[in-house]
Nanobody, 127 residues
C-alpha cells in the first residue's frame, strides 16, 4: 500500500523560501515505481498542477506560474519527493499535495490521473 506523507509547509514572507517533502512511508513502498507530482489547492479553488517528475527524475514539468521559482526533485534511495519553493508570492498560498502514479513513466499534469495522494501541507505566504 502507498502512503504519502507531506511535510515542510508553514508561514513565510513574500520572497522567502520553503522546501516541501513527501515521503513514501508505508512498509514496502518503493517511490521509484511511481511518477510523482505536486498539486495545490487554495480555498474555494480547484486543485491545480504545480510540478511533476518521472520515476528516475529524468523528466520534469512545471506550471507556468511557478516556472523558474520552484524545483521538483526526488531521492529514491530515501523514498522522498521534494519541492523547493523560492521567491514565494502571496498567490502561492494553498494546501500542497503530493501524488503518485503507477502506470507509465511520463509526467502527468491532471489530478485525475494520480492514483495516490498525501494528506496535504499548508503553505501561507504573507505580503
Amino acid at each position: 500500500q502507498v502512503q504519502l506523507v507531506e511535510s515542510g509547509g508553514g508561514l513565510v514572507q513574500a520572497g522567502g523560501s520553503l522546501r516541501l517533502s513527501c515521503a513514501c512511508a508505508a512498509s514496502g513502498c518503493t517511490a521509484s515505481n511511481y511518477v510523482m507530482g505536486w498539486f495545490r489547492q487554495a480555498p474555494g479553488k480547484e486543485r491545480e498542477f504545480v510540478a511533476a517528475i518521472t520515476r528516475r527524475g529524468g523528466g520534469t514539468r512545471y506550471a507556468d506560474s511557478v516556472k523558474g521559482r520552484f524545483t521538483i526533485s526526488r531521492d529514491n534511495a530515501k523514498n522522498t519527493l521534494y519541492l523547493q519553493m523560492n521567491s514565494l508570492k502571496p498567490e502561492d498560498t494553498a494546501d500542497y499535495y503530493c501524488g503518485a502514479v503507477l502506470a507509465g513513466n511520463y509526467v502527468r499534469t491532471s489530478a485525475q490521473e494520480y492514483d495516490y495522494w498525501g494528506q496535504g501541507t499548508q503553505v501561507t505566504v504573507s505580503s
